[in-house]
């Protein structure tokens, strides 16, 4: 492109844009534009005859990009540009750098539309003035204003702007000096503070050159901290700054002084383009110690972050008041606050696919409503259906979405172990003390440096144990080495993925299973439960982010395609401030996780999961709203478990009685498990037999020197997997042949894990094992939550009030007149629809409180089956549903009708939703189906089968199997474009659009996947009405995949109801709260202190994963690496709402607190 005029094409060829002048022939003639035609460029006489054949007809719109070559070839304006050559009528080029500098700027290229920005060359300064001259000869329309860029230069100006606007800045005075006369000045420097122009300024401060261009800027540090200055400059290689002992202030030049703010290490750098677009992305403070965090790739790590209300406003005013359409500014997070201390003018965000696509997008649509009706180009300003979140009912009346509540279930995850044994060591009981475990009588410790005390411990009473064997400790040598093995595995400490719990018993522990065999001393003792596995697998964060991606298109504009990313409209509610997301989650780790993969494909984030996980999920202590404390069960469960044990510890098949006293509900799923069960112990019997084999043969493996070292799927060796069945194996059947029913769930769970992840083993009888205890597990799991109905609404409740008071207040607060995530109504010009927002609530917990919550819905009285024909056939549905698996998902649904009367009931109009979530491994021949996602109204139920059906799905071209050596990818139904390739103004789709009776699915049914079938296809949704997508995958996107192993796909969601009102539900949901009036009071207690520090602002606590700890061989604790806990390999994609955090490391015991 060195050349003065040349090409710049795409992979495919296809024009992109050119480098030099271009012809006037290629402009066309225009009446009374604002571009002369006669003259203007020294080759346009002489290339008049040599006119192109293939010339468009059309008039073309030339952006021409006048900028130094280092900005105009950068890879973010390379690719934004050739984003934005794919609108049809628009032209790029590039003026070369040589004309620039030498050439005057009668002999420039013409161009409609300028960007051009002031920026250092290589060795020279960009021109301004000439641009300015340029600006006023040919008057093209400026994207970036060129006068205000004078002002960018000088910090003192942009500061006076921002102040002029309102915009809070830190606390700053300016001290100009003469350079000829530098000593005659208003500065008083003190040896811990300056004072300037009477302005008094302790250390820590800021010292800034009043010249923008000058990034030599100081921080100066107080004694008490070690005195010294942080010199600051632009980036060399891989560092920002540097630390002197310097503690004086310069002595020459003007600067300005300001207050330090404490930001927790990290500065917000936010991009706009346009006043109704902005991206905000994180990085770690240069001031912080000057090295430059870089990924695999050497870029510099970014992370996501979210702008509040009023951080969306300043990025609105920002771009206003400095008339630059592209521009970036710093914020500094600090005190509850947001201070702007930097604006930069002309910048763009480097590596963010979806950032370039939203640039171009943005600029080309601005371009083509300021110049198309003045060059009369048939061009209409494309109606972007995300622009208005309204969309039809099943009635087919128009409503608008104001409120997505989802609760999720997390996604596949390894199988859960446990290991318990008495202790009674005077080291426990001072680990015990030292952590405060007397002060409630139980105590969790999950911390890098509380397990390395566990493990020292362990260590210490082996060593005590192998040199004498008469020594007087009572913990078995064989707990006390599996606590050491599992304690050293993975050789560090992720404080995510083991835990061990310490309850008091002030009489020691009565001999309660197989695994206390010995009589009890007497005397206190401590139970030692240790808690390891249930890690979320790779093929659980694929699950997670798909889901993600495929919920977009819940919202309205979401079946459009976007630059090729399905379900825009909820990514353009994000960017243009109407979106209000936030994110819960339990503190289990495989919860937290599987809450940031989906909101990682949700808001098409890029990057590793931590930095998403640090910035959007809420996982604190919630007073319990999605944590439960599986060892202290209610008096009900209690109850409940011992009938349940009695019930399957009959040694004959079960009778009448036994289902009237096991199946009360008549529940389809529970009665034909126990039809397949028959005789519980005889199944029981071929169970433990089934097991006794695999052991056996994994033992075989072990033994055979081809298979010792052999890799199972997520590091997983037959070593390991032995010890899994092992310990089932013996828990499950005691000495005195009895089995313990509480470990059928975990053998499931095993069974289930090893015939998805590990088939390739071929071991013999698991698919029998799986049948078997699959059909034990779906009696003993549901019913562990309630065998009648009375029980579980009581269990129920004991779970989920707290999480159903929050929902009641998540509908109530939608329709509430608030502003946090509406525009400000003086800055809302050039949005369709203002004032228009959608709430979204995202709840990640584990298995006992979906269960929970469905009891409620169905048990709670919220519909008359008898009176209602749609819910009775909602609650054979899910009385048909066996399992409620990984990523199941309860989704409630808020619209708004704004042409009903305010008071009335038909105003608002709710819908319930469910999905029972991944697909097991067995023959689905007898699942059971719903009536599909919002499905049509009855007149129109004969179209159901056509839409989003299997047959229809699969007749679709574009979808196939892959091979797993394949890497993902993202298949598209043909699309009708306008002429030019590509142009992104103008999707039109072959398929009809229709109003009404609009139905797709999320995760059609499809096939099953067996070990047989070599098929890694995940269809995501099918949308007949609007349009197809597809997605198959083989290998995790960003992280590759471990192993061969196949990711199970999702089932659709299927609506329960669609047309509740919400004074229906929201009287539902107070009587099920009021139900028990003490629950109801502990409940209001715990949500008061949810929601009371609403204006707390971001003076907030967060939980961040605690980093890998190397295991130490001493007593004494290794400390974290010196690395930030929010490492990321790529940016963020978009902006977000609701939330804003700095990244610190925290106590993660303690409380914390957020606004609602």
């Known amino acids: 492109m060195s050349e003065a005029r040349g090409e710049g094409r795409d992979q495919s060829g296809n024009l992109s844009f050119v480098v030099g002048c271009v012809d006037e022939d290629h402009r066309g003639s225009e009446e009374g534009g604002r571009i002369k035609n006669e003259g203007e460029m020294g080759k346009g006489e002489e290339e008049d005859d040599d006119k192109d054949d293939d010339s468009p007809p059309e008039r073309q719109i030339v952006v021409g990009i006048c900028s130094m070559m280092k900005k105009s070839k950068s890879k973010p304006m390379t690719e934004i540009m050739e984003r934005l050559c794919k609108f049809e009528y628009i032209t790029v080029v590039i003026f070369p750098e040589e004309v620039i500098l030498s050439q005057p700027v009668d002999k420039w290229p013409l161009c409609d539309c300028l960007v051009s920005f002031h920026s250092k060359g290589t060795n020279q300064r960009f021109p301004l003035d000439k641009a300015v001259e340029y600006a006023k000869l040919r008057n093209p329309l400026l994207i970036n204003d060129l006068n205000m860029q004078y002002y960018i230069q000088d910090r003192r100006e942009v500061y006076r702007i921002l102040q002029e606007e309102g915009i809070d800045l830190p606390r700053y005075a300016v001290l100009t000096r003469d350079p000829d006369r530098p000593e005659v000045c208003n500065l008083v420097e003190g040896e811990d503070h300056v004072e300037v122009n009477g302005e008094v300024f302790p250390k820590p401060f800021v010292e800034k050159p009043v010249s923008a261009e000058d990034?030599?800027?100081?921080?100066?540090?107080?004694?008490?901290?070690?005195?010294?200055?942080?010199?600051?400059?632009?980036?060399?290689?891989?560092?920002?700054?540097?630390?002197?002992?310097?503690?004086?202030?310069?002595?020459?030049?003007?600067?300005?002084?300001?207050?330090?703010?404490?930001?927790?290490?990290?500065?917000?750098?936010?991009?706009?383009?346009?006043?109704?677009?902005?991206?905000?992305?994180?990085?770690?403070?240069?001031?912080?110690?000057?090295?430059?965090?870089?990924?695999?790739?050497?870029?510099e790590i970014r992370y996501p972050v979210m702008l509040s209300a009023m951080e969306k406003l300043v990025a609105r005013k920002v771009c206003l008041a400095f008339k630059q359409t592209v521009c970036g500014f710093d914020l500094l997070r600090a005190n509850g606050h947001s201070f702007v201390c930097d604006v930069n003018g002309f910048s763009f965000v480097k590596n963010s696919m979806k950032y370039y696509d939203d640039c171009a997008k943005v600029l080309g649509n601005m371009v083509m409503r300021e110049l198309a009706p003045q060059f009369h180009i048939p061009w209409s300003i494309p109606l972007e259906a995300e622009d208005i979140p309204i969309v039809p009912t099943t009635s087919g009346t128009m409503m608008e979405l104001r409120c997505v509540i989802a609760i999720i279930r997390h996604g596949d995850r390894t199988p859960k172990q446990k290991m318990k044994m008495e202790v009674r060591h005077p080291l426990f009981f001072a680990l015990f003390e030292k952590y405060g475990g007397y002060k409630s009588g139980k105590l969790k410790l999950k911390k890098?440096?509380?397990?390395?005390?566990?493990?020292?411990?362990?260590?210490?009473?082996?060593?005590?144990l192998g040199q004498h064997t008469d020594c007087e400790i009572e913990e078995k040598k064989g707990k006390l080495e599996q606590l050491k093995t599992v304690l050293e595995m993975y050789g560090h400490f992720s404080g995510i993925n083991r835990k061990v719990q310490l309850t008091y018993l002030p009489n020691g522990q009565p001999k309660a299973s197989s695994e206390e065999e010995e009589c009890p001393t007497e005397g206190p003792s401590l139970l030692l439960v240790l808690k390891w596995g249930g890690e979320l697998t790779p093929a659980g964060r694929v699950q997670a982010e798909e889901l993600g991606r495929a919920f977009r298109c819940m919202y309205p504009g979401g079946q459009g395609d976007y630059a090729g990313f399905p379900g825009c409209g909820l990514l353009r509610l994000h960017s243009t401030y109407r979106h209000d997301l936030k994110i819960y989650?339990?503190?289990?780790?495989?919860?937290?996780?599987?809450?940031?993969?989906?909101?990682?494909?949700?808001?098409?984030?890029?990057?590793?999961?931590?930095?998403?996980?640090?910035?959007?999920?809420?996982?604190?202590?919630?007073?319990?709203?999605?944590?439960?404390?599986?060892?202290?069960?209610?008096?009900?469960?209690?109850?409940?478990?011992?009938?349940?044990?009695?019930?399957?510890?009959?040694?004959?098949?079960f009778t009448e009685a036994d289902y009237q006293k096991l199946a009360p509900t008549g529940s389809p799923s529970l009665v034909t498990s126990m039809k397949t069960i028959g005789n519980p112990v005889r199944t029981c019997d071929q169970v433990y037999a089934l097991i006794q084999r695999l052991t056996s043969q994994i033992r075989r493996r072990l033994e055979d020197p081809k298979s010792a070292d052999l890799q199972l799927y997520h590091s997983e060796t037959l070593e390991l997997m032995l010890q899994r069945w092992s310990k089932l194996e013996r828990d499950f059947r005691n000495k005195s042949g009895r089995y313990d029913i509480s470990k059928i769930p975990d053998i499931y769970d095993c069974v289930k894990y090893d015939t998805q992840h590990n088939a390739t083993l071929d071991l013999e009888d698991t698919l029998e094992l799986f049948r078997l205890s699959r059909a034990l597990a779906d009696i003993v799991i549901p019913q562990e939550y309630g065998i009648n109905k009375a029980e579980k609404m009581d269990i129920a409740q004991a779970y989920c009030l707290p999480l159903m008071k929050k929902i009641q207040l998540d509908l109530q607060r939608t329709h509430e007149d608030e502003a946090v995530n509406k525009l400000h109504p003086l800055y809302s010009r050039g949005v369709m629809s203002p004032g228009?927002?959608?709430?979204?609530?995202?709840?990640?917990?584990?298995?006992?409180?979906?269960?929970?919550?469905?009891?409620?819905?169905?048990?709670?009285?919220?519909?008359?089956?008898?009176?209602?024909?749609?819910?009775?056939?909602?609650?054979?549905?899910?009385?048909?549903?066996?399992?409620?698996n990984y990523m199941t998902q309860i989704v409630i649904m808020l619209y708004e009708d704004n042409n009903k009367d305010p008071g009335s009931e038909e105003r608002f109009h709710v819908e319930l939703h469910f999905s029972p979530g991944v697909k097991g491994c067995e023959d689905e021949?007898?699942?059971?189906?719903?009536?599909?996602?919002?499905?049509?109204?009855?007149?129109?139920?004969?179209?159901?089968?056509?839409?989003?059906?299997?047959?229809?799905?699969?007749?679709?071209?574009?979808?196939?199997?892959?091979?797993?050596?394949?890497?993902?990818?993202?298949?598209?139904?043909?699309?009708?474009?306008?002429?030019?390739?590509?142009?992104?103004?103008?999707?039109?789709?072959?398929?009809?659009?229709?109003?009404?009776?609009?139905?797709?699915?999320?995760?059609?049914?499809?096939?099953?996947?067996?070990?047989?079938?070599?098929?890694?296809?995940l269809e995501l949704f099918s949308m007949p009405a609007v349009k197809r997508f597809s997605v198959s995958f083989a290998r995790h996107p960003t992280n590759g995949f471990e192993g061969c192993s196949m990711v199970p796909s999702i089932y659709p969601l299927e609506t329960l109801h669609n047309s509740l009102s919400l004074k229906q539900v929201d009287k539902f949901l107070n009587a099920v709260c009021e139900h028990s009036s003490d629950a109801h009071a502990k409940t209001m207690k715990a949500l008061s202190a949810l929601f009371d520090t609403s204006s707390q602002g971001y003076s907030q606590t967060h939980i961040y994963p605690h980093p890998p700890k190397a295991l130490s061989s001493s007593e004494t604790p290794v400390r974290s690496p010196e690395c930030p806990l929010w490492y990321s390999s790529g940016p963020s994609s978009t902006v977000f709402s609701g939330r804003s955090s700095s990244p610190t490391s925290v106590n993660p015991d303690k409380n914390v607190s957020f606004s609602e």
């Open 215 to 299: 990034h030599n800027v100081y921080v100066y540090y107080p004694t008490s901290a070690g005195g010294g200055s942080q010199r600051l400059f632009r980036k060399i290689g891989s560092r920002s700054s540097v630390y002197s002992p310097e503690s004086c202030v310069r002595k020459t030049g003007s600067y300005i002084y300001e207050e330090f703010m404490p930001t927790d290490g990290t500065d917000v750098k936010v991009y706009t383009v346009g006043p109704d677009y902005a991206h905000a992305e994180a990085r770690k403070s240069p001031a912080l110690d000057g090295k430059v965090e870089r990924d695999s790739e050497g870029k």
């Open 448 to 464: 890098p440096k509380q397990l390395q005390e566990v493990l020292d411990i362990a260590r210490l009473l082996l060593a005590e």
């Open 585 to 653: 989650a339990s503190d289990e780790g495989r919860v937290q996780m599987t809450a940031a993969a989906f909101a990682k494909g949700l808001l098409a984030l890029e990057g590793e999961l931590t930095p998403i996980l640090v910035q959007m999920v809420k996982s604190a202590n919630m007073n319990g709203m999605l944590d439960s404390d599986s060892e202290s069960l209610t008096d009900c469960q209690q109850r409940v478990k011992v009938r349940l044990h009695e019930i399957m510890q009959k040694d004959q098949d």
């Open 836 to 884: 228009r927002h959608v709430r979204t609530r995202l709840y990640f917990t584990s298995e006992s409180h979906v269960h929970s919550l469905l009891s409620i819905f169905r048990y709670g009285g919220l519909l008359d089956e008898v009176k209602d024909q749609q819910w009775k056939q909602a609650m054979d549905y899910l009385s048909a549903v066996s399992e409620l």
């Open 925 to 1017: 021949e007898n699942v059971p189906l719903g009536f599909g996602f919002r499905p049509a109204s009855a007149e129109n139920q004969e179209k159901q089968t056509n839409q989003g059906s299997l047959e229809d799905l699969s007749q679709d071209e574009t979808d196939r199997a892959l091979s797993l050596s394949e890497p993902i990818s993202i298949k598209r139904s043909p699309m009708i474009r306008n002429r030019k390739t590509g142009s992104m103004e103008v999707l039109s789709e072959t398929l009809p659009t229709s109003s009404k009776g609009t139905s797709y699915r999320l995760f059609p049914s499809c096939s099953c996947q067996s070990p047989e079938i070599k098929q890694t296809g």
